[in-house]
């Protein structure tokens, strides 16, 4: 168990489903992140929060909705999604503020199909 | 634009057969550099930082060296269980929390 708790660990859903991914870091940590990985791709940033700001990418489709109700969870709602966004969702969290900034610890991701 | 580059993307080693994995990277002003390995079906981990050209981290069988245009995952003597997808990663300079990925090297190595 690596701390970033993932739920669910796979998701199929139709276009026109409405779904959440949820997220859960008991690291004490104070920033948490989206990241989309599709095959021979790299790591896509989709979004960041932190206690400083909410940061998003903004080419990130507005079917993607995150929601951080504390520093503790995150949850990334979906909906009206397309077969391209077929992919595995990790989520991640970090220590901000001082020189270890940026370790990423992440979850297990939620692997996405989209039909 | 902040660029991140992986090579090979993959590469089959016996085992024991030492070799190394390449990360060449374009950034405004690097902060970090970072290796994670990932296994099928889990999330990154965390394997070092590199901060400045001629830094070097080591941790059992990996050693991660750092140039001003590259980093390098020398793997000696590599076993089964090193098997795996190795991601670098920059942070620039003004990117306070944003890294650049790059696309992985997936690493099989055969008994």
């Known amino acids: 168990e690596t701390g970033v708790t993932q739920t669910p660990r796979h998701l199929v859903m139709g276009m026109t489903n409405k779904k959440s991914l949820k997220c859960e870091q008991h690291?004490?940590?104070?920033?948490m992140y989206w990241y989309k990985q599709s095959a021979k791709k790299p790591l896509e940033l989709m979004f960041v929060y932190s206690l400083e700001e909410r940061v998003e990418n903004n080419s990130v489709p507005s079917r993607f909705s995150p929601e951080c109700p504390n520093s503790s969870h995150l949850f990334l709602h979906l909906h009206t999604l397309q077969p391209e966004d077929s992919a595995l969702y990790l989520c991640?969290?970090?220590?901000?503020?001082?020189?270890?900034?940026?370790?990423?610890?992440f979850g297990a991701g939620s692997r996405l199909t989209v039909l | 634009e902040d660029q991140v580059t992986q090579s090979p993307e993959a590469l089959r080693l016996q085992e024991g057969e030492s070799s190394s994995l390449n990360c060449s990277y374009t950034?405004?002003?690097?902060?970090?550099l970072f290796w994670y390995r990932q296994d099928p079906g889990k999330g990154p981990e965390f394997l070092f930082t590199l901060y400045s050209a001629g830094e070097e981290k080591e941790k059992e069988r990996l050693k991660a060296t750092l140039t001003k245009k590259e980093s390098f995952l020398h793997i000696t003597a590599p076993k089964p269980e090193d098997s795996a997808t190795y991601l670098c990663a920059v942070r620039a300079s003004g990117s306070a929390r944003q890294l650049t990925f790059g696309s992985g090297t997936q690493l099989t190595v055969l008994p």
């Open positions: 991640a969290s970090s220590l901000t503020g001082y020189s270890g900034a940026n370790v990423l610890t």
């Open positions: 950034v405004s002003g690097l902060r970090g």
């Open positions: 690291l004490g940590h104070n920033a």
